[in-house]
């Protein structure tokens, strides 16, 4: 059976930081009707069944309503943790389920999350979120279309996709021996006392950072690297960052839009491309934020390596897709189909 799942994030786009900035919302209204428009998408591409998780919305429920349309929807039987737990488990279980390909609805910190369930998930990230560098702007019936056509195998997922990087992050020292974690885009290390935070980043309290992509046209630090260094997603190198708090007047100011809407100064004192799988150490005391989520206390007598690979999501080209169904004839009808 072609399968395609679709990882919707409910609390995407309307976090506390919109309080703060111009950030745009990601209503619930908003959700139901992208999860609708994809799933009519991949039916027309000939996908058998959906796999979705149930959310404390409603969304996936309320889009499945009175779908009328030849598929099979399943749900599947998760328990809620309300964090980032969520879409680990459901990417997992999406795995484990045969998706062909996958639908996320989300930012940077939700892909991320589906990543470290599913390191090389056949992805489609649709934007739904704050910052987002990893995923894309597309219309979601069209995003539909091209999971289904993938999940079909009408259209070849390895000609058609590519592994995204991602920074690799281990951790020595301390009682817990080696810990691995990972980011899509940045890894910071900032003097920051408070996990879990989603408060905007002070300039005065931002050290270093390594990316896997600086696009200048980018919010947040995939923005601010991109004024400096750009680095597409599809080259093979990241790009390190050492920073200076702004007050002690280091050589290099750069004037970024750290969060939509929202300028900030932030001081550089060393800026340099970063070849594939070559490390950059970081010790603590401090705290390391992933895909600008605060995630990780890092104690004294700690390490953290930080090394940019080609081992994330393995991530469709909704375009190419669709251009390749219809040079082959994918969208075709034969003549007495009992469907028009």
């Given at each position: 059976?072609?399968?395609?799942?679709?990882?919707?994030?409910?609390?995407?786009?309307?976090?506390?930081?919109?309080?703060?900035?111009?950030?745009?919302?990601?209503?619930?209204?908003?959700?139901?009707?992208?999860?609708?428009?994809?799933?009519?998408?991949?039916?027309e591409a000939g996908?058998?069944?959906?796999?979705?998780?149930?959310?404390?919305?409603?969304?996936?429920?309320?889009?499945?309503?009175?779908?009328?349309?030849?598929?099979?929807?399943?749900?599947?039987?998760?328990?809620?943790?309300?964090?980032?737990?969520?879409?680990?488990?459901?990417?997992?279980?999406?795995?484990?389920?045969?998706?062909?390909?996958?639908?996320?609805?989300?930012?940077?910190?939700?892909?991320?999350?589906?990543?470290l369930g599913w390191?090389?998930?056949?992805?489609?990230?649709?934007?739904?979120?704050?910052?987002?560098?990893?995923?894309?702007?597309?219309?979601?019936?069209?995003?539909?279309?091209?999971?289904g056509l993938v999940?079909?195998?009408?259209?070849?997922?390895?000609?058609?996709?590519?592994?995204?990087?991602?920074?690799?992050?281990?951790?020595?020292?301390?009682?817990?021996?080696?810990?691995?974690?990972?980011?899509?885009?940045?890894?910071?290390?900032?003097?920051?006392?408070?996990?879990?935070?989603?408060?905007?980043?002070?300039?005065?309290?931002?050290?270093?950072?390594?990316?896997?992509?600086?696009?200048?046209?980018?919010?947040?630090?995939?923005?601010?690297?991109?004024?400096?260094?750009?680095?597409?997603?599809?080259?093979?190198?990241?790009?390190?960052?050492?920073?200076?708090?702004?007050?002690?007047?280091?050589?290099?100011?750069?004037?970024?839009?750290?969060?939509?809407?929202?300028?900030?100064?932030?001081?550089?004192?060393?800026?340099?491309?970063?070849?594939?799988?070559?490390?950059?150490?970081?010790?603590?005391?401090?705290?390391?934020?992933?895909?600008?989520?605060?995630?990780?206390?890092?104690?004294?007598?700690?390490?953290?390596?930080?090394?940019?690979?080609?081992?994330?999501?393995?991530?469709?080209?909704?375009?190419?897709?669709?251009?390749?169904?219809?040079?082959?004839?994918?969208?075709?009808?034969?003549?007495?189909?009992?469907?028009?």
């Amino acid at each position: 059976m072609s399968t395609v799942g679709i990882l919707v994030n409910p609390r995407s786009g309307s976090d506390v930081r919109r309080l703060l900035t111009s950030a745009g919302s990601s209503t619930v209204e908003d959700k139901v009707s992208i999860l609708r428009r994809i799933i009519h998408g991949a039916t027309e591409a000939g996908a058998e069944e959906v796999v979705l998780t149930r959310d404390p919305f409603s969304i996936t429920r309320r889009a499945t309503e009175n779908l009328h349309l030849p598929l099979k929807v399943a749900f599947l039987d998760l328990p809620l943790h309300h964090n980032e737990r969520d879409s680990v488990d459901a990417a997992r279980a999406m795995r484990d389920a045969g998706c062909g390909s996958v639908v996320s609805l989300g930012g940077d910190g939700t892909n991320r999350a589906l990543a470290l369930g599913w390191p090389d998930a056949p992805l489609i990230p649709i934007s739904t979120g704050t910052n987002n560098a990893f995923p894309v702007h597309v219309e979601p019936t069209v995003a539909g279309v091209a999971a289904g056509l993938v999940a079909t195998g009408a259209v070849s997922l390895m000609a058609h996709s590519a592994r995204a990087k991602v920074v690799a992050v281990e951790v020595t020292g301390g009682d817990t021996g080696t810990e691995t974690d990972m980011a899509l885009v940045d890894a910071i290390a900032v003097d920051d006392p408070y996990v879990g935070s989603l408060e905007l980043f002070d300039p005065e309290t931002m050290m270093l950072g390594v990316l896997t992509q600086a696009d200048p046209a980018a919010i947040g630090f995939s923005g601010l690297a991109g004024t400096v260094l750009p680095c597409p997603s599809v080259e093979e190198r990241g790009v390190v960052l050492e920073f200076a708090p702004p007050s002690q007047y280091p050589a290099r100011l750069i004037r970024a839009a750290l969060a939509p809407g929202w300028f900030a100064a932030v001081g550089l004192v060393r800026s340099e491309y970063l070849d594939l799988d070559t490390p950059v150490e970081v010790d603590g005391p401090c705290l390391l934020a992933f895909d600008g989520e605060r995630s990780r206390r890092l104690h004294a007598g700690q390490t953290a390596s930080l090394r940019v690979v080609r081992q994330g999501p393995r991530v469709i080209d909704v375009g190419a897709v669709v251009h390749s169904g219809a040079r082959t004839g994918a969208f075709e009808l034969r003549v007495g189909n009992s469907d028009l």
